[in-house]
């Protein structure tokens, strides 16, 4: 097992694809405004510079906006009713970035993503790792906030046993920093050190995953 550097090894695998990558807005605990300003930071962002990506999000005010901006690569739709999208085709790509821990019924769209997919396509996803040593020492010392769009939390374990039910099966299984821990400096260093020696304790859980045909 790897402790990875998410957004990179995202943009690595992406380079030159046909990518559906869905949650595309980013930056669901901010208003709308402050997620139209802040949108040249995501990873839909940079996907777009390398890529020939379609986005998927809920969040109609805000591709509204964008789309003011030029910014039209992102479809409006529920990502638990796929079967809705006026999409074809399959992908080489499907990203589901910090996304299913949001959802109330996640099935739905594992379900859904299949008419994407065939034998060759990669489904990459990234969630929060229940058993993260960041998360708990947060806890422990008060300073845990949780998403307020979040309704449902991962391990190792469980989520591969709900990706199973879908015939989906886990081809590599990793742990991953986001960009934002960066910014602690000497601490993300020595963290780093020690993820990289602990991989299971990271943050961040990190699935490639194929359809099992």
Do not use: W
């Not at 980013?26 to 390398?50: C, M, P, Q, W």
């Not at 690569?73 to 529920?78: A, C, L, R, S």
């Not at 949001?102 to 790792?129: A, V």
């Amino acid at each position: 097992m790897k402790y990875l550097n998410r957004n990179e090894s995202i943009l690595k695998m992406a380079t030159g694809k046909y990518v559906l990558h869905l949650g595309a807005v980013g930056f669901t605990d901010l208003e709308v405004n402050d997620r139209v300003k802040n949108f040249n930071k995501t990873l839909h962002y940079k996907l777009s510079a390398i890529a020939d990506v379609i986005g998927v999000d809920y969040s109609a005010n805000v591709i509204r906006e964008l789309e003011k901006v030029n910014i039209t690569n992102i479809k409006y739709g529920d990502v638990e009713k796929l079967q809705d999208l006026n999409i074809e085709g399959k992908f080489d790509l499907i990203i589901i970035g910090d996304l299913i821990e949001h959802l109330s019924n996640p099935g739905l769209m594992l379900e859904g993503i299949k008419r994407f997919c065939d034998e060759n396509t990669i489904i990459l996803i990234t969630t929060p790792n229940a058993f993260g040593l960041p998360s708990f020492i947060r806890y422990l010392i008060n300073r845990f906030k949780e998403g307020e769009e979040h309704v449902i939390g991962f391990n190792f374990f469980n989520i591969s046993n709900l990706l199973k039910r879908y015939q989906l099966q886990v081809q590599t299984m990793a742990t991953c920093y986001q960009d934002k821990a960066t910014s602690y400096g000497l601490f993300f260093h020595g963290g780093k050190l020690f993820f990289n020696c602990f991989p299971k304790l990271g943050g961040t859980i990190f699935l490639l995953v194929k359809l099992g045909l």
